[in-house]
C-alpha cells in the first residue's frame, strides 16, 4: 500500500501565491513617523512588487538560485518583499543584524558570501564603513532616502530599489523548489565567539508559520492587526511576516520608529488587536502612557519574547491598559517558536499567574526533554532541572559551515550525538508540560552532581532589603567541582553574609547555600543589559575579588 | 548552500506521543447513553491503550507494517485508539463506513484486503452476514457488548478488545517512518460505480490536524471541548481525533447514540463549545430543543459539512439559541478541509450573511482553480463560473488501485492532466477568495459554450407559488450541446409553464432560460434524500416524460 495524496511541497512561493489572492486585500502599513500618512501597501501589491523585485535581481543583479542576498534594514514593506522574493525564487534570504558589532556585521557578510546586500538609506551611514573590506559584496540595492554620497567610494554598484523594480513584470514564474531547499539565513548574535548561522528550509518556514497561526499560539485570522516590533532582522521577524501570507492578518510595521511616543502613536492610530516585542519596549511604552495617555484599548494581547518578562511589567500592562502578555520562548536555532504560555483552563486569574510566567507549552512540531547533570532524562514533575533539548522540523540540526561546505558544523555543546539541539537553557516541566526556565546552562552551578541554580539564588538574596543587587556564579571546588560564590552589591553599609546566608536557608536544602561570599560595587552587564558572569567569574580566577568564606565545607 | 533544519518527519506516532504526555490531562468522553454515567478516558490512558493494542496487533494478530486493520465502529475511545496506534505501528486504519450498502461494504474490505477488522459489538449484525464471502478476514476484535453467537460460524478467529489488550505493555517503540507512509484509508460512497479508495499518509493527517485548529479553521486550543458528530467513517472524522492530539483539545464523542435526545442531553451535561456535524442532526436537535428545552448555551460553534446548511436552519439556531454555524467544505478526496468560512471583519450581522451562506475561504494548504465551460481557468470576479479543480498536500492525486498495484489510478473526469483533483463541485470565487457553489458539475446545463446552473433555476421556479418541487435536468440539443428541462411539481392543478417561464425571465437572460417543460408527480430521490437527476435524465430518454417546448429555439 501506498498513499495517494498529491506530493506538493511546502514552499515560499505557495505562500505568497495564497498570500497575494486569498488575501488580496489585507495589508502591510509601514510607520513614517507620522500618524497622519502611515505607509500602506496591499498583499496583492506586496505580490506583484516581490515579482517586480524577482525580476530586477535576476535580470539585474544575476541572483540565481542558491545565491545568497543581505537585507540590512528595519520593518518596513520593502524588507516584506525581500521576505517573499529571495526566498520564492530560490535564493536565501539573509537578514543583517543592525545591531550587531561591525566586525561582526563584517563577519556574517563574508561568512554568507553576500554578494548583493538590499539596504535601508538610513543606514547606509552603518554599512558604508565596512564597505572596504568586503570585496565580494556586487551590488548594494538602497531602499528609501540616505545619503548616498557615504558610498561613493565603493567598489560595489549601487541601485535605487524603487528605480531597479519598477517597470518590470508582476508576476513571476516561481520555480519547483524541494521544500527542504534553503530560503533564509539568520547568524547568532553570539556573546562568545563568531556568530553561527542557522539556514531555515521552505519546509521548516511553512511549517513554522503554521504554527503562529494556530489558536494555541498566536491565533492570527484575516482582519487582525499585528505590530510586529520585533526587529526583521530577528529570527525571521518571529515567522510573522510568513504567517501574515497563509492567514491574511495586517501587518503593522514600525520601520525605524521604535521610540516609546511612535508605538504608542501606531497603536492609539492604526489600532492593532497584537504586538510581538522584547520586554524592554513594553517598559518604555508604560512609561510614555502614564506621562502622555493615548487610547491603546485595541491591543489586547502581547507576545514577549526574547527574554521573560518580569512580573510587575506583566502586572502593569494588564491592570493598567488590560493588554495581556503572553510569553513566549525561543532562539535563533529554533525557527523561533519554541513554546507559547497559555494558562490551562478553569483557573482563577491569580491561580492563572504562575502559568502565565512560565514560558509555557511546546507545540506539537516541538519534542522537549531534560537532561540533568549526569546526562541522564529528568522527570517532568515540575522540580527537577535539566538542560532543555528540542527536536522538530524547524529546529536546527546543525550550523552553515560556510561557502564549498558540504555539511553542516554541529558542535558538540550545541547538538547532541542523536541530533537533539541542546538549547543552553536549563528549567523544568510540569506534569503538564509547561516549561519554566530557570537558568542558562552556563550559569548553573554543577556541585556534586547536582545543579544550583544561580537565579533562584539571585532572586532570593535581592528579596533581602539589605540587598540592592546579587550576581551568583559557579567557582570551582576540588571535592563538590563547583561552588556557588554570591557577589553581593549592598543597599547601604556593608553586608552581613552569615545573615544573609541565614535568609537564604529559611528557603532552600543546606547543600545550595553558598558558602563564598563577596561584596562589588555593581553587577558587571553585556551590552544588551544583561548580567555579564564571565567577567565575574574572571576577576575571581585573577584573584580580583575579596572573597569570604563562612563554612569550610557545606555538605556537612 | 543547504539548510541546517533538522529531518523530522510529521508522523502520527509524534502526534500521539505530543498528545499523550504535553495533553495527558485532556479527555476523550464516550457518551453511554446515560447523562450520569459518561465513560471517560484521559490522552495519557489513550496513549497507554494504543501501544497495547498495537503490541497485541503484532503480537498475537500479525499485524505489520502497512497492513490494512478496518474498524466498523461507531465514535468511541476505542475507536480513537485504533486511529493512534494503527497509523502509529506503521499500519493502515481503514475506517468502514457502517452506511454503505452489503455489497458496498464487502467490496470494499476485499478491495482493502483488510485481513483484521475491529468492530463494536452493537454493529456485529452488519458485519455477520458478509462474514460468508470474505475469506481473507483472519482475525475479528469486538469492542463492547454485542450478540458474539452472531459470529458462530465465522472461519475469523474472534477476539475480546479488552481482553486481546490487557496486561500488556503500555509503551511501544513505534517504527521510524517516512511521512509519505500510508496511514489510514477511507472509500467515497459513490452513487455511480464502485466505492473509490483514498490513502491518506502521515504527512497529510499530520498538516491537515495543523490546519484544523489554525484560527481561521476551527481554531481549537486545550481546554476546549468538541462534541464529534461526524462519524468517525467520514474522511478520518475530519481530521478531529488527530487535530485534539495536537492542540489537547477535549473530544466528546457519542458512540450510537446519535438521536436528538441524547445529542440535547450531551450538550446540556458535557457543556461542549463547539460541535462537528451534517446539518440534518441540528435540524433534528432544533426540534428536540423546542419541545423539551435544554440548557445549551455552552455551544458557541457549529461546524457544519457535508452539505450546505439551510440558511433557515442556520438563522433558527443563531436566533434562538446563540449557535453559530460555520460552513466548511471538503471531501473524502480533500482529508476533507477545502475551505472554511469566517466573514471578513468588519461587517454588520447582516452583511456577514452572504459570507456565511458561501463555502468560505481556502486555507493556504488547498490552492483552486475554476475550469469553465471551453477548458480555460476562470477569473475570480463572484460570477464566472467554473469547476473547482484543487492542489494541496492534503488533496488526493489519485485513488488506491488495490492489492499489488504500483500507482493510484487516475481517472480523467476526477484527476486533471496536472495532477489537479477535479472536485466534480461547479460554483464562483470571489476576489476575495469566498467560494460559492451552486451545482454539482454532472448537473450543470452546458449549453453553447456557457453554462447554466440548474440549482438556480430550481430555486427561482421553486419561490414560485404555483410550484411545489421543481428539477431541472439538462437534456441533449443538436445545436446547443445541451439544453435546460424544467420538470414540475405543481402546488394543485396544472402548471402554467408560460408563466413560469415568465418568471424566471425576470432574474435570468433569455438564453438560460429553460424551453422545454414537464410536469411530475414528485422528484425522485437517491437514498441519502439528494434529488436524483439522473433518473429524469433517464425516463426523459426512454421518452417517458410528456415533454412541452415552448420556442423552437432559445437563443432568438
Known sequence: MFSTMQDVPLTVARMLRHGSTIHATSTVTTWTGD?????????????????????????ELGVTPRSVVGTLMWNNAEHVEAYCALPAMGAVLHTLNLRLPAHQLRYVIQHADDRVIIVNGSVLPLLAPLLPGLD????IVVSGPGDLSLLAGARARVHAYEELIAGRPTTYDWPQLDERDP??????????????????????????????????????????????LVPMFHVLSWGMPHAALLSGF???????????GHIADMIATERPCHAAAVPTLFQGLLHELAERPRDVSALTTVTIGGSACPEPLMRALDERHGIRVAHAWGMTETSPLGTTSQPPPGL??????????????????????????????????????????????????????GAGSTEPERPADRFSPDGWLRTGDVGTITPDGYLRLTDRAKDVIKSGGEWISSVELEGLLMGHPSVREAAVVAVPDERWGERPL???????????????????????????????????????????GKYDKKVLRARYAEGGLTVTTLVPDPRQ
Not at 495586517?250 to 516609546?260: A, G, V
Not at 543546606?510 to 558587571?524: C, G, K, N, S
Open 35 to 59: 500618524p497622519a500618512a502611515p505607509h500602506r501597501r496591499t498583499f496583492a501589491e506586496i505580490g506583484r512588487r516581490s515579482a517586480q523585485l524577482a525580476h530586477a535581481l535576476r535580470d
Open 136 to 139: 565580494r559584496v556586487e551590488h
Open 183 to 228: 530560503a533564509a539565513l539568520c547568524y547568532t548574535s553570539g556573546t562568545t565567539g563568531d556568530p553561527k548561522g542557522t539556514v531555515y528550509s521552505h519546509r521548516s518556514i511553512h511549517l513554522h508559520a503554521m504554527q503562529v497561526n494556530m489558536a494555541e499560539s498566536m491565533a492570527f485570522t484575516a482582519g487582525d492587526t499585528s505590530l510586529a
Open 250 to 260: 495586517n501587518l503593522l510595521l514600525p520601520d525605524r520608529f521604535l521610540q516609546p
Open 348 to 401: 482563577t486569574p491569580e491561580e492563572e499567574w504562575p502559568y502565565r510566567l512560565s514560558q509555557g507549552r511546546f507545540p506539537a512540531g516541538v519534542e522537549a526533554r531534560l537532561i540533568g547533570p549526569d546526562g541522564t532524562e529528568m522527570p517532568w514533575d515540575g522540580s527537577s532541572a535539566g538542560e532543555l533539548e528540542v527536536r522538530g522540523p524547524w529546529i536546527a540540526g546543525g550550523y552553515w559551515a
Open 486 to 528: 554570591a557577589c553581593v552589591v549592598p543597599a547601604d553599609g556593608e553586608a552581613d553574609y552569615a545573615a544573609l546566608r541565614d535568609h537564604l536557608g529559611e528557603k532552600l536544602a543546606r547543600w545550595q547555600l553558598p558558602e563564598h561570599w563577596t561584596t562589588i560595587e555593581e553587577v558587571p552587564r553585556t551590552s544588551v
